[in-house]
């Protein structure tokens, strides 16, 4: 017997269908106007290949020039950043460019992992990217860190990028973060701590799902518990509250240093 939904003449009807679309294919690719669009496209890279030599140095200093130019090579397919060796990294170095970068991030990350847990805003992480590279270094944009991040990622390194507001948080280790964590690490972004009741107030969860998030937070490292605040226990997620980077202050210090 067949199986439910299958029919040998349905097989057939589709196989037939499947070589028509092949040939019109293969007949496409062979014609007057599948090949002026494959010329203009070596054109265009040809184009893009003495731009880039021509403005090599531009491209390397400057961070806007450089964000255009991804665009340029975006528009043909062409991912500079994409083969190790090749054509574009060999003579723009720009894959060693953001390879550089990669490794001064993981350094920052690691060097603030004991207070932050492994969490830092893309801001912070820009300012201290920017102090390790002293004064005469090329100047690196927001977007050569998220460029740079996504390539870790690649390399499967634990890094993830997480939309809170109107920027990103930047998560250097691997911890488990689902939905729920994401939306209370974006309630907390306005005061850099988060309290249940604030959780059930704007999400409208029960207790124990709020305490399950926050139990997570603590545990991964990512948020401090402060009991002798006012009215109940307040989570402070370091990675938010930025003040806490220039001085080394604890939780209950940074309360009386609010306002």
């Known amino acids: 017997s067949t199986c439910r939904g299958f029919s040998p003449k349905k097989a057939k009807k589709k196989k037939k269908k499947e070589k028509k679309r092949k040939e019109n294919r293969k007949q496409h690719n062979g014609s007057p106007e599948g090949d002026r669009m494959s010329k203009q496209l070596d054109m265009f890279k040809t184009n893009l290949e003495e ?6 140095q531009e491209i ?5 020039f450089r964000v255009q130019f991804q665009d340029m090579c975006a528009t043909i397919g062409v991912d500079p950043l994409a083969s190790g060796k090749g054509f574009w990294s060999e003579m723009l170095g720009v894959g060693d460019f953001y390879y550089e970068l990669g490794v001064q991030i ?4 690691l060097a603030l992992k004991h207070r932050n847990g492994g969490l830092i805003t893309l801001e912070e992480l820009h300012q201290q990217v920017l102090k390790g590279r002293g004064k005469f270094a090329q100047d690196v944009s927001q977007d050569d860190l998220i460029r740079a991040i996504k390539k870790l990622k690649a390399l499967g390194t634990g890094f993830s990028i997480i939309p809170v507001g109107g920027t990103y948080l930047i998560q250097s280790v691997p911890a488990e973060l689902n939905m729920d964590h994401t939306v209370v690490l974006q309630l907390a ?3 850099g701590y988060v309290t249940v009741s604030d959780i059930k107030a704007s999400l409208k969860w029960e207790t124990e799902r709020a305490r399950q998030v926050l ?3 603590l545990k991964e490292g990512l948020a401090w518990l402060d009991l002798q605040a006012p009215g109940e226990a307040h989570y402070w997620l370091p990675a938010l509250f930025t003040d806490l980077y220039s001085q080394e202050i604890t939780a209950e210090e940074a309360r009386e240093a609010l306002p």
């Open 215 to 217: 139990e997570h937070l």
């Open 60 to 64: 390397r200093k400057n961070p806007e």
């Open 189 to 191: 972004e306005k005061n």
């Open 51 to 56: 731009f880039a030599s021509k403005h090599k």
């Open 106 to 109: 993981i350094e920052v990350c």
